[in-house]
């Protein structure tokens, strides 16, 4: 093997293996490589929790093509039978096509869990994902609902696809567009927090890179 493929097939390890890792420092779990069986472990974590007495809330995320999975829906009737301290995120993407008029059409598929037999004990609420503002609002009452004993809520979260420009519909800059609205953005907070986010994902980037030099299953991956 000469040094060129062998660089290749380290940088193919690498990418794989940061795929499969997760961050104890902020709680965050591994993702798993088959659909949705990420929402099984969720509920197992949440069920551990609620036994436990502890105050911590889980939260799932999934996007919608896991929604005809087995897994998804045993693991929302299993939340919502125990009542488990779990917030369910499903991205539903939506896809935006190029405007004959100045504005840019949006094309709303149909929610992927209209015709889904949800259980009762289960809230469900369909919002905007790329309005930072609702978005806030919304998982800030489910969590406060998981941490009262409530019961599971289901969040499906509407977003923008396509390769069209869609400026206003990125929700970083569409917060940024309101915030200036409000007379309430002030570039050099702005500038002080992607100081301190690219900081902390450096440290994580660190922090995982460490993990798998001390893990000898993918440690060998690199040899």
């Not at 798993?32 to 099984?40: G, R, S």
């Not at 007495?53 to 996007?63: E, I, L, N």
């Not at 209209?114 to 978005?135: F, Y």
């Not at 009262?148 to 869609?166: D, K, R, W, Y």
Request: with cysteine; hydrophobic share 35%; aromatic share 8%.
């Amino acid at each position: 093997m000469d040094q060129a493929e062998q660089g290749d097939r380290q940088e193919i390890a690498t990418a794989q293996s940061f795929q499969h890792w997760g961050y104890h420092k902020h709680n965050t779990v591994t993702g798993p490589v088959p659909v949705a069986t990420q929402l099984l472990h969720a509920v197992g974590i949440a069920f551990a929790c609620k036994l436990r007495k502890a105050s911590a809330v889980t939260v799932a995320y999934c996007g919608d093509e896991v929604t005809n999975e087995a897994d998804f829906t045993e693991a929302l009737h299993f939340a919502a039978q125990h009542q488990l301290p779990i917030v369910f995120i499903c991205e539903h993407a939506s896809s935006l096509h190029p405007p004959t008029t100045p504005t840019p059409a949006i094309h709303y598929t149909p929610s992927c869990l209209q015709n889904m037999v949800l259980p009762v004990e289960l809230r469900r609420h369909c919002i905007d994902g790329t309005d930072v503002a609702a978005v806030y609002t919304a998982m800030h009452q489910a969590m406060d609902r998981a941490r009262s004993n409530e019961g599971p809520t289901l969040l499906e979260m509407v977003t923008v696809t396509g390769t069209f420009p869609a400026t206003m519909h990125d929700p970083l800059i569409r917060c940024q567009y309101y915030l200036q609205s409000k007379d309430a953005w002030d570039d050099e907070w702005a500038n002080q927090l992607t100081a301190r986010l690219t900081t902390e994902i450096e440290h994580a980037f660190q922090d995982a890179l460490r993990d798998i030099n001390n893990t000898p299953t993918l440690r060998h991956k690199h040899e």
